[in-house]
């Protein structure tokens, strides 16, 4: 028997477009605290070893912020599938919606059968927000070079 897919549909592109919204907007947010910072270091006289440590503190929290923020992205999904019944437990949801997210997918658990494409459509939405957060990283990569290297000489 063929499965119905229209409601794997009907769920996951809305769920696509909520996280991958959700995400730009906090790495908005992100890249204006960045700009903060990197005005108030702008005024400082400081050496090299000092921008080096505040480089990987900058990035630092950069990667527990985008730790967090997919965390938070991987329980929309859990949730979803929760509510529509796909999955039994919210520790198998969020077990289930990380592996999926990350296309990893050893976890071993399954969604109910006519769920089964909205695994897939997360697995998709992962990759977008990963290739985000990877486009991102380079930005402030770039820009943290060019701005160390005004303030460092």
């Known amino acids: 028997m063929e499965p119905a897919w229209t409601s794997d549909w009907v769920w996951g592109l809305p769920l696509i477009a909520l996280t991958t919204m959700l995400h730009v907007?906090?790495?908005?947010?992100?890249?204006?605290?960045?700009?903060?910072?990197?005005?108030?270091l702008e005024k400082r006289p400081m050496?090299?070893?000092?921008?080096?440590?505040?480089?990987?503190?900058?990035?630092?929290?950069?990667?527990?912020a985008?730790?967090?923020l997919n965390g938070?992205?991987?329980?929309v999904w859990a949730a979803a599938y929760l509510l529509l019944a796909a999955i039994d437990?919210?520790?198998?949801?969020?077990?289930?919606s990380i592996n999926a997210i990350t296309a990893y997918g050893s976890s071993g658990l399954d969604l109910a059968p006519h769920w089964k494409l909205m695994g897939a459509l997360e697995a998709t939405n992962g990759l977008l927000l990963f290739?985000?957060?990877?486009?991102?990283?380079?930005?402030?990569i770039t820009e943290t070079w060019t701005a160390f290297r005004k303030i460092g000489g």
Do not use: K
């Open 47 to 64: 050496g090299q070893t000092s921008l080096a440590l505040y480089a990987a503190a900058i990035f630092g929290a950069l990667a527990l």
């Open 89 to 96: 437990t919210p520790a198998d949801a969020m077990l289930y």
């Open 25 to 40: 907007l906090s790495l908005v947010g992100i890249t204006l605290l960045l700009v903060r910072f990197q005005v108030r």
């Open 72 to 75: 938070v992205e991987v329980g």
């Open 131 to 140: 290739g985000i957060s990877t486009a991102f990283l380079a930005a402030v």
């Open 66 to 68: 985008l730790a967090l």
